[in-house]
């Protein structure tokens, strides 16, 4: 079976640094799209940032220039460097991505989640 862990969450403060980590392990065939998502309080899940497999990025409004998303393909894994991280960062991060366990099935895999929290 095919799971997402999440790492790399925990408190700060404005204006510091944290580097989420997330690897998918089990039965993989490829791997597509990865993502970050969160969810803050009473907040819809938004979409943070994506990588695609051949390294292209992008990233929500929000957080250009402040986050960074990247991919090792050997490793499986996906990572989120946030910097000059701000209150309003504060949530629970997911990880996400769509992964083939076969050549001949697909389908997304989630996280548990990490939370992330900055405080002013």
């Known amino acids: 079976q095919v799971q997402l862990v999440e790492s790399g969450g925990g408190l700060v403060q404005a204006g510091g640094s944290l580097r989420l980590s997330c690897a998918a392990s089990g039965s993989i065939f490829r791997v597509d799209v990865m993502a970050w998502y969160r969810q803050a309080p009473g907040k819809q899940r938004e979409l943070v940032a994506q990588v695609r497999s051949g390294g292209s990025t992008s990233l929500a409004d929000s957080v250009k220039v402040r986050f960074t998303i990247s991919r090792d393909n050997a490793k499986n894994a996906v990572y989120l460097q946030m910097d000059s991280l701000i209150p309003e960062d504060t949530a629970v991060y997911y990880c996400?991505?769509?992964?083939?366990?076969?050549?001949?099935?697909?389908?997304?895999?989630w996280g548990q989640g990490t939370q992330v929290t900055v405080s002013s």
């Open positions: 996400n991505a769509d992964i083939w366990p076969t050549r001949w099935e697909t389908r997304a895999y």
